[in-house]
């Protein structure tokens, strides 16, 4: 049976794991904020430099709950109801100014959703199954099956689901990790407590 076995929420220069505090900003701004996360981390990966906020918000939620695991067999299911719009704006800006007119592609590589699920696969070198939505609210009934089915035929060991908000300088994450064990069932009630507890 499928259960929860950790999940994560960001916001507000906040990080909580497991309902417990793991980091915490006095300044929320997402550009400082996620600086001083990584740097928390104690990590090193210079490319998280040249990301996109979205892309940032899922490595770092990403991180956090993978280096719980040596396991790499993850499927990896992300969703949003803004899409990339963060980057698109950007993008456009770029192309609209005709005195500096020039598509950056640093900016419009970014321009798609889905590339946060790459830069995440990349990092943890995940050869699995992946999946971005879109979606005006987060489809808690189709992604419990769906990832329920992955555990169940084994094509995953683990999965990890997240939601995401990116706009504005408004930002939340929330993830968690599904595997065959766990402290949480992997329902319903439990899944709309950890996607909205800030979502």
């Not at 929420?9 to 300044?27: A, H, R, W």
């Not at 992955?150 to 408004?170: F, I, P, R």
Request: glycine share 4%.
């Amino acid at each position: 049976m499928a259960k929860i076995s950790t999940h994560i929420e960001i916001f507000d220069g906040q990080v909580l794991l497991d309902d417990k505090p793991y980091f915490t900003s006095e300044n929320q701004d997402f550009k400082a904020f996620s600086k001083a996360l990584y740097q928390q981390l104690d990590i090193s990966y210079p490319k998280f430099y040249k990301m996109d906020n979205l892309c940032k918000l899922a490595f770092l939620a990403s991180e956090i709950i993978l280096q719980q695991t040596q396991e790499k067999n993850i499927a990896l299911i992300f969703g949003n109801k803004e899409g990339s719009l963060d980057s698109d704006l950007q993008h456009q800006a770029l192309i609209q100014d005709p005195e500096n007119y020039y598509p950056s592609p640093a900016v419009f590589v970014y321009t798609l959703p889905n590339i946060c699920i790459g830069e995440v696969s990349i990092r943890h070198q995940l050869l699995t199954e992946s999946m971005f939505l879109v979606a005006d609210e987060y489809p808690i009934g189709d992604i419990a099956d769906y990832t329920a089915y992955l555990l169940e035929q084994q094509k995953a060991k683990m999965v990890l689901c997240g939601w995401l908000k990116m706009h504005d300088n408004s930002y939340s994450a929330s993830f968690y990790l599904v595997s065959t064990s766990g402290s949480l069932a992997h329902n319903e009630k439990n899944i709309h407590d950890i996607v909205h507890k800030k979502a």
